[in-house]
């Protein structure tokens, strides 16, 4: 059984980098598929953040491609997501999924999430 | 790229039919078959319910499918049943490889 679990600071001071890794299980990376990370911040819906397939080709959304950098480590079968920058804005559950069909947002696995708050 | 259009909230009875609606454009929901559907229960992961418009992963029960006509995608629930009350996102590819989430909509039981 897939399994995934995000973990890494819940607190970031402002203007840094906001580090988190996503370990998984039962699953070997590199056999395909994509592998994201989505937020929440408290109260509010889901932000696709950008994905990663096993090869390292990387896709992020737009309004945070700029601060974004998603990498994958297929020898520790994990991927890392990195958000330089950081304003309260950011404040978020985080999680990291696999995308089932290659890309096309069909997440059918997922962390439990990990909340990473903004704050100094 | 903006979000895709989803009612605030909906609700129905037990036993009722429900339809949540998710309005894109011809950029993403318009074009591409790659519309998904979760649900999400407070304080959990969301959970995939339908992809690729109308699929199924395996285990998700019978009474949830999925549509989509012109830019606008929708999940019908039949048989509503109090453990349906939940949050509930759409997903759309956008081309140019990348993925939008509708805003999400609350399903109230009553």
């Known amino acids: 059984q897939v399994q995934l679990q995000e973990s890494g600071p819940g607190l970031v001071k402002p203007s840094e980098t906001l580090s988190l890794t996503c370990s998984v299980s039962?699953?070997?990376?590199?056999?395909?598929?994509?592998w994201g990370w989505i937020r929440q911040p408290p109260g509010k819906g889901l932000e696709w953040i950008g994905s990663?397939?096993?090869?390292?080709?990387?896709n992020y959304n737009p309004s945070l491609k700029s601060r974004v950098t998603i990498s994958v480590d297929t020898s520790k079968n994990q991927f890392s997501l990195k958000l330089s920058s950081v304003t309260a804005a950011d404040t978020a559950v985080y999680y990291c999924a696999r995308d089932y069909g290659g890309n096309s947002g069909s997440f059918d696995c997922w962390g439990q999430g990990t909340l990473v708050t903004v704050s100094s | 790229q903006s979000a895709l259009t989803q009612p605030a909230s909906v609700s129905g009875s037990p036993g009722q039919s429900i339809t949540i609606s998710c309005t894109g454009t011809n950029s993403d929901v318009g074009t591409y078959k790659f519309v998904s559907w979760y649900q999400q229960h407070p304080g959990k992961a969301p959970k995939l319910m339908i992809f690729?418009?109308?699929d199924r992963p395996s285990g998700v029960s019978n009474r949830f499918s999925g549509s989509k006509s012109g830019n606008t995608a929708s999940l019908t629930i039949s048989g509503l049943q109090a453990e349906d009350e939940a949050d509930y996102y759409c997903?759309?590819?956008?081309?140019?490889?990348?993925?939008?989430f509708g805003g999400g909509t609350k399903l109230t039981v009553l």
């Open positions: 997903t759309s590819y956008t081309g140019s490889s990348t993925l939008v």
């Open positions: 990663v397939h096993y090869s390292g080709s990387t």
């Open positions: 690729d418009v109308s």
């Open positions: 039962g699953y070997s990376i590199s056999n395909g598929h994509y």
